[in-house]
C-alpha cells in the first residue's frame, strides 16, 4: 500500500485537497446559513475557521503544488482556522452576545490571532521549518481538548463527545506532523497516517454538521 | 428556583408571545417576557435592530410590536440553531 501510495502521490494529494476543500465549504455554506438567521458569534467563529481551512487546503493541495509561498500561505490559513476555532469555544468570555463585532474577520481581538499566524509563518519561513506551526498547534490544540472535554462532561449536546474525538484527533495529528518533521524525516507512511487521520476528522464533522443542521 | 434561560432561549420565548398575538404592547411584552425592565429594553432594542421585531404605531400613536419576515424565519429554525449551539459547545 505504501508504494502505491509513493507511486501515486501527487494524484491522491489533489484528491485529498479537492475532498477535504469540499468539506470545509460545505461546512461553511450551513453555518453561514445559521449565522445569519440567528447573528450568534460563535456559530460565525466557527464559520470561519472552516473558510480559512478550506482556503487552505486549496491554496497548498490544487492552486499552489510545488510553489513555494503556497507552503506559507496553507500554514498561515490552518493557523488562522485552528485560533477560529478555539475562539469559537471561548469568544463568550471576551463578547457580549448583544452586541457582535461588525466583522468577525477583522476586529481588535482577531488581529491578535493575524499577527501570531504571521509571526509563527514569517519564523517557519525564515528557518525552513515548520516546527513553529507544529509546537503552536500542539499548545492550542491541547487546550481545545480541555475546554472540549469539559465541554462534554458539563452541557448537553450528543455531538459533543464526538466534537471532543474529533479535536483530539486534530491534535493527534498535529503530534503525528511533528514527529514526521524531527523524527521520521517525512516517512511516506507517517505522512500516510496523518492524511487518514484528516480525512477522519473532517468526516466526523461534515457528519455532525449533515446532522445538526437539517 | 429555575434556570436560568439561555440568551437564545430568551429571544425565542419573545418572538413566541409576539407570534402568539400578532400585535402586542410593550407592556404585556415586557410581563410575558419574564425579565426586568433593564433586560427587557436591550434585548428589544437588539431585536429591532436585527429586524426581527418591528415597532408599529398607529394614528392614536398607540406603539406595538410585531413580527418581521426574519422573525418568523428564526422562530422557524430556531430549533436546528440551539441544536447545533448545543452541540458544537459555541
Known amino acids: 500500500m505504501i508504494e502505491w501510495f509513493i507511486s501515486n502521490r501527487e494524484a491522491l494529494k489533489l484528491i485529498y485537497g479537492i475532498f477535504v476543500a469540499l468539506i470545509c465549504f460545505f461546512i461553511v455554506f450551513r453555518t453561514d446559513k445559521l449565522f445569519r438567521l440567528s447573528l450568534h458569534q460563535g456559530i460565525r467563529y466557527f464559520r470561519n475557521a472552516f473558510l480559512f481551512f478550506g482556503i487552505g487546503f486549496i491554496l497548498r493541495y490544487i492552486v499552489g503544488t510545488g510553489y513555494l509561498f503556497s507552503k506559507y500561505l496553507f500554514e498561515f490559513f490552518l493557523i488562522m482556522g485552528g485560533f477560529f476555532l478555539f475562539y469559537s469555544l471561548i469568544w463568550k468570555k471576551f463578547e457580549s452576545s448583544k452586541k457582535e463585532a461588525k466583522s468577525s474577520?477583522?476586529?481588535?481581538?482577531?488581529?491578535?490571532?493575524?499577527?501570531?499566524?504571521?509571526?509563527?509563518?514569517?519564523?517557519?519561513?525564515?528557518?525552513?521549518?515548520?516546527?513553529?506551526?507544529?509546537?503552536?498547534?500542539?499548545?492550542?490544540?491541547?487546550?481545545?481538548v480541555l475546554i472540549s472535554y469539559f465541554n462534554y462532561l458539563n452541557k448537553k449536546g450528543k455531538f459533543l463527545k464526538y466534537y471532543f474525538l474529533s479535536v483530539l484527533m486534530i491534535f493527534i495529528a498535529w503530534v503525528l506532523n511533528l514527529l514526521a518533521s524531527l523524527v521520521f524525516n517525512w516517512e511516506p507512511w507517517v505522512i500516510l497516517i496523518v492524511y487518514l487521520l484528516n480525512i477522519l476528522i473532517f468526516v466526523l464533522f461534515f457528519i455532525g454538521i449533515l446532522r445538526f443542521t437539517n | 428556583m429555575g434556570k436560568?434561560?439561555?440568551?437564545?432561549?430568551?429571544?425565542?420565548?419573545?418572538?413566541?408571545?409576539?407570534?402568539?398575538?400578532?400585535?402586542?404592547?410593550?407592556t404585556r411584552l415586557l410581563y410575558s417576557s419574564n425579565l426586568s425592565p433593564q433586560m427587557f429594553k436591550e434585548y428589544i432594542n437588539e431585536l429591532v435592530s436585527k429586524k426581527f421585531i418591528q415597532l408599529d404605531i398607529d394614528a392614536k400613536e398607540k406603539k406595538t410590536f410585531s413580527l418581521t419576515r426574519r422573525g418568523m424565519d428564526f422562530l422557524q429554525e430556531y430549533k436546528i440553531i440551539e441544536n447545533f449551539v448545543e452541540n458544537f459547545g459555541l
Open chain 1, 105 to 144: 474577520l477583522f476586529n481588535l481581538r482577531i488581529i491578535i490571532f493575524y499577527v501570531l499566524a504571521i509571526i509563527i509563518t514569517f519564523l517557519d519561513y525564515f528557518w525552513s521549518t515548520y516546527c513553529f506551526m507544529f509546537f503552536s498547534q500542539i499548545i492550542l490544540f491541547l487546550i481545545v
Open chain 2, 4 to 26: 436560568k434561560r439561555e440568551r437564545l432561549e430568551v429571544i425565542r420565548d419573545i418572538l413566541n408571545s409576539i407570534r402568539t398575538t400578532r400585535n402586542i404592547k410593550p
